[in-house]
């Protein structure tokens, strides 16, 4: 059985990775599926703590990792309407265009 | 002797499992079950595609192949022979990798599918506690494989299929989960073993299936609906549109890799039938009690499988398509209200006590939203048969 | 109600399926190759030319005058007229070439032809794989005995050679009249001219 | 180290890079899916069989499609020879980099590197719908509410305009 | 949704021709996409482009391009003899030779003052009513394929259509390219046993009819597919010369065997159906009640078919030069007016040979049709309009 530490590195990375992408791409979308990743790498860590918690029988991570995940759900339906709108108005999905307050 | 013959395929996967060291048993078990799976529904396929040309031809007054083999029976041979050796055409435009990868994703997810369901007395491949969720999760890997086919062979039609195939898909999956929710509801488990056997035993003639509840005769219909229109059935078979849209996402498809998504599309069908079967229809269970013990399970379970393919022919070589604003029109403002209905019923049904009220409960409420909800669909367009006036 | 005039529609596939097994005039396909629908005394397929008696090349009846090559309207005979060594036209085709892929069947040369020698064959296979020598028919390809013709088309054929007969007793009789200073022109001659007469109607 | 976790790992990590390195958004979007596929794979290795199989309902069926749809909505007239990175990318990287090494050094010198391993927990379907209808039933409505007014504020924003929906 | 694509991978331009939407304030508020819909679109009766500039999947401009299959055939008519012709005019509407024929003999009739002996004009009526029977059924069962019926009502109607191909090969010779009517009557007289035979088919299409209307008039799917789509009101249909079940769907009573009683028309009992909305759906009922109406006057002709000759003597097979003038012979072919218009100057060929064809003149409303409605729709409105391309493009 692999052990909890190297869960928790892997979560890391991947919130690292997802972390570079949102900070350094241009295009938004990108920017969204970075910070899906670093979601999901908290997620890993839910679960890797659950599994080696004393009780996994109360199932908090479970719970948490549940409604994190319908959280993601709206938050990326929300997210990519936000995009497309915006998208609709300057033609463009690329962030640093997007540096007009007014509508 | 009919308790073997009921359990053949478990003795004989034991004695197989038998001649290996401990360690490797659960490997091995797994194999033989990932063996037999492709080759039964390869062969169901095969099988399928005759029935289905035959039939089709037999509806349409034709007798349908009937050259190769006994009464054109090894047609499906020739067919894939010309499948194989025919050139592999990718456009010169086509994302070659995703263009590849997409008829792989498509049949893989499908064959994960089949794992979970119970095809006879102790004979499900994996015995998951969330087997319906599995086989929900793994369906929804197959708009992605659709959506690849579409996009990256740079052709309107395969995006256009492509994008009518994910909205559909998305679309009816909606009330596919709902209507089987109900039957979760009442038996109280994802679990596919457990759900065929609450509906074990017999009320007089009557088996104790879903199906002859108002609920799960409405969940069943629906169910059905939204399970053609999620295996891109006739009439629900806009992604494919060849009046329209040419082929739909597989309009670039040549070969083996067309080969690939008739088959996805194939097993995707038996799939959904055979959840239908699990969740509705009983599972192996014997319509009559007195057959329950001398016709062994997985005969019953495959019997009502092909019920299902016939079905599925008897509708393709009937109805004319929906047109796709129809299809989601239908999907949104008529199953899925239906579908939430239906659940109300459900758990109507599973709190009021055993009777004629309850029956008369549920029929009331599901027959009145079924009159209203239909009325309402066609009332609207004013859709009506017409009468006709002549000159001299 | 909705539904209703789906199942109106799926019971009557239903009914074909099984009306399919039973009843032949659903099931109207006829397995080609083993099975064949007998041709009717019209089919007409592509020209053939008749011949009398046995031998092809002397008993043609067409005297290559060309008529039938003006009339075609997709213009694919072809006829070359026989002469002899000092020119003389022998009122017989040198060569007689139809091209049955350009010819669209329109029985046309048929209905010109004042001489009965040109018909239309009921002959549809005629698949081949020189798709440029292999469907331009030459003479002795087209060229069929009388026999073949009265196979094919029994009214017909019968009615061609009532009239053929009169006529040549016709013109006997006028060259017998006329003290036969000349020996007797056949039928071609006494026919010359003539258009091809429409059949006699055959009472309903 | 565990083959299977290491491959899963691998693909997991991998999947993750191509999706916010690649050029083509598409291939982003499908590199995405293979990262969330090798999740859901982890997770079912963690024995929290349920959960991975929703993380393949809900990102897979999902968010991925949901993405997909917003690249093509919004890739329409967009030149292909632009930087893809953003102009301060440099301090992006940086911040990124910070954040994995305090992670990685938190994790490193945790004692969670000599956490025990115990026996793997069996959570049914059933006990865990029990405790959603029991102890979490307020975040349960919650996420309801929020996922209602979430659908509702996607079609408002997504929404032309002037004309209506179709 | 607008269907872009993403094209950097191979860093080829895009050849979807994407087109900004201008509003009419000059924003940019959306994508246009061009789809060229055909020439080898299954669902386009033939060798028949539409330029469709879609805005989603909604039409907002449509061009049709045709003339793939134009084969010259009025130049080549005034190269050739008169009766040369009639073969060719088999082969503008493929599915209804018998029609062709007799719009063609009619205007060459007109033109060289030929009369039609009485059993011929009844052999007229005979044949074409037979090939409306067969063109309308088939009709219904192509418009149904486009809609995605898999060609079961299509198969129907092909095994009625082989029983009246069958009769006209028994007649003429040819199940399709029949060439038989000649100026001044008939090719040959009809063989024995073919009015009892005809007699018996028309005895059982009804039961066809009432399968077809069972399976299909009153399905759910095909009344939504159909209702309300591809309007083409009344006022319009006139101004574009409109013609046939179209034309009458629209609600126009007008119907050249009424009309223009040629041939022996006025002898028969029959009701022209018409169509109060003009929708596809009309299109279709209105050419399922004329098959019902066609059997009627099928049998009062057979029953009341005079014998005698079946030929003009006056006409001449060779060296037929009707004097010079001109003429125009029309009847009500299924698909419509179809028209012969014919100069003579005295010579075997006719100076100028111009075809009426009722397909191309019903095709050039199909953009008014379709626009607002989506891709699958304009499939259902092309079939409902009923062309031959061998027609349209001649």
Known sequence: ?103 | ?392 | ?204 | ?166 | MNATIELEATGKKSNFEILPKVTPAGEISGEFLEVSMGPHHPSTHGVFRMDVTLDGERVVKLKPVFGYLHRNHEKIAEGTAYLASMPYTDRLDYFCSMTNNWAYALAVEKLAGLQVPERAEYIRVITAELTRLQNHACLCGFLLQDMGALGTPLMYAFREREKILDLFEALSGSRMMCNYMRFGGCRVDLSPGWIEETKRVVENFPRFLDEFERLLSENEILIARTQGVGVLPAPLAINASITGPMLRASGVNYDLRKADKYGIYERFQFRVPLGDHGDVYDRYMVRVLEMRESLKILQAALRDIPPGPISDPKAKVRNFRPKAGEAYGRIEAPKGELGFYLISDGSPNPYRYRVRPPSLINLTILEDMCLGHIIPDVVVILGSVDIVLGEVDR
């Open chain 1, 1 to 103: 059985m692999t052990p909890l530490h190297q869960y928790l590195f892997l979560s890391a990375l991947l919130f690292g990775v997802g972390l570079a992408g949102a900070l350094t791409r241009r295009n938004a979308i990108i920017v969204l599926i970075g910070i899906e990743l670093m979601l999901n790498a908290a997620n890993l860590n839910f679960i890797a703590f659950w599994r080696f918690s004393r009780h996994p029988e109360l199932a908090t991570g479970l719970m948490f990792v549940l409604f994190s995940i319908g959280i993601a759900a709206a938050e990326a339906a929300v997210g990519l309407a936000l995009i497309i709108a915006i998208y609709r108005h300057y033609r463009t999905a690329n962030l640093d265009q997007f540096d007009s307050m007014k509508g």
């Open chain 2, 1 to 392: 002797m009919q308790e073997i013959l009921d359990q053949l395929f478990v003795l004989l996967k034991a004695w197989l499992v038998g001649f290996f060291p401990l360690p490797w048993q659960p490997l091995v078990s797994i194999l033989i079950s990932v063996a037999a799976l492709i080759l039964v529904f390869a062969l169901l396929f095969a099988v399928a595609t005759i029935l289905e040309r035959k039939g089709l031809g037999r509806i349409q007054n034709r007798y349908g192949p009937n050259r190769v083999g006994p009464c054109g029976f090894f047609q499906p041979i020739a067919d894939g022979l010309k499948m194989l050796i025919k050139e592999d055409i990718v456009p010169s435009g086509a994302d070659r990798v995703v263009h590849f990868l997409a008829p792989i994703a498509l049949v893989a997810p499908v064959l994960l599918a089949f794992s979970v369901l119970p095809y006879g007395r102790n004979m499900a491949p994996i015995d998951l506690d969330a087997g319906i969720v599995v086989f929900f999760a793994v369906g929804a890997g197959t708009e992605l494989a659709v959506f690849m086919a579409g996009w990256s062979s740079r052709n309107k039609y395969s995006l256009l299929g492509a994008m009518r195939a994910i909205a559909q898909m998305i679309s009816y999956e909606v009330p596919l989960i709902l209507s089987s929710v109900t039957v979760i509801m009442i038996v109280g488990s994802l679990r596919p073993i457990q759900i065929v056997e609450a509906q074990a035993g017999y009320q007089g003639w009557l088996p104790a299936w879903h199906v002859f509840t108002p609920w799960g005769l409405a969940g069943f219909l629906l169910f059905a609906i939204a399970a053609t229109a999620e295996s891109n059935r006739s009439p629900f078979d806009m992604p494919e549109g060849e009046s329209e849209i040419v082929a739909g996402y597989f309009v670039e498809y040549s070969g083996f890799k067309f080969a690939l998504f008739f088959m996805g599309e194939y097993f995707g069908m038996f799939a959904i039938s055979g959840l239908a079967i699990t969740l509705f229809l009983g599972g192996w269970h014997a319509p009559l009690p007195f057959l329950e013990k001398s016709i062994p399970s997985y005969v019953w379970f495959f019997v009502k499988l092909f019920g299902f393919i016939a079905m599925f022919i008897w509708l393709r070589g009937t109805l004319p398509r929906l047109r796709v604003d129809q299809l989601m029109n239908f999907a949104w403002k008529f199953v899925l209200p239906m579908t939430l209905l239906n659940i109300l019923a459900a758990g109507l049904w599973r709190f009021l006590p055993a009777g004629a009220t309850r029956w008369l409960v549920c029929l009331v409420i599901l027959l009145g939203a079924f009159l209203a909800l239909g009325r309402s669909m066609v009332a609207r367009r004013k859709w009506s048969p017409r009468k006709y006036r002549f000159a001299e």
């Open chain 4, 1 to 166: 180290m565990d083959p299977v976790f290491a491959f899963l790992a691998l693909l997991t990590t991998a999947g993750a890079v191509a999706a916010v390195s690649l050029r083509n958004l598409v291939h982003c979007a499908l590199c995405l899916v293979v990262a969330f596929a090798g999740l859901a794979a982890l997770y079912l290795q963690l024995n929290a069989q349920f959960i991975g199989f929703a993380q393949i309902l809900v990102y897979v069926g999902a968010v991925a499609i949901l993405i997909v749809f917003a690249i093509l909505l919004t890739r329409g007239s967009e030149p292909g020879n632009q930087p893809i990175l953003s102009s301060s990318w440099q301090a992006g990287l940086g911040v990124a980099v910070l954040v994995l090494g305090a992670l990685g050094v938190a994790v490193a010198s945790s004692f969670v590197r000599y956490y025990p391993v115990s026996p793997a927990p069996q959570p049914t379907v059933r006990e865990l719908g029990e405790q959603l209808m029991t102890n979490y039933v307020l975040p349960l409505e919650v996420i309801g509410l929020l996922l209602t007014a979430a659908m509702i504020g996607a079609v408002i924003i997504a929404m032309h305009e002037k004309q209506g929906p179709r």
């Open chain 3, 1 to 204: 109600m909705l539904g209703e005039g789906i199942i109106k529609g799926m019971t009557e596939t239903a009914r074909n399926f099984f009306g399919s097994y039973i009843d032949s005039d659903r099931l109207v396909t006829v397995q080609y190759p083993e099975q064949r629908l007998p041709l009717k005394e019209n089919t007409r397929n592509f020209p053939f030319l008749v011949h009398d008696g046995d031998d092809p090349e002397k008993g043609l009846r067409c005297v290559a005058c060309k008529i039938c090559e003006k009339e075609c309207p997709p213009q694919c005979i072809f006829i070359v007229l026989e002469r002899d060594e000092k020119g003389k036209p022998q009122k017989h085709p040198k060569v007689f070439d139809l091209d049955i892929s350009v010819c669209m069947s329109c029985q046309i040369c048929v209905e010109v032809c004042p001489f009965d020698a040109i018909k239309m064959d009921t002959e549809f296979e005629l698949s081949h794989d020189d798709r440029f020598r292999g469907l331009l028919l030459d003479k002795k390809q087209l060229a069929k005995p009388n026999h073949y013709y009265h196979k094919i088309h029994p009214v017909e054929a019968a009615e061609v050679d009532e009239r053929l007969a009169a006529e040549k007793a016709k013109a006997e009789a006028k060259a017998k009249a006329a003290a036969a200073p000349k020996p007797a022109a056949g039928p071609a001659a006494a026919t010359a001219g003539k258009p091809a007469a429409p059949r006699q109607p055959v009472p309903a």
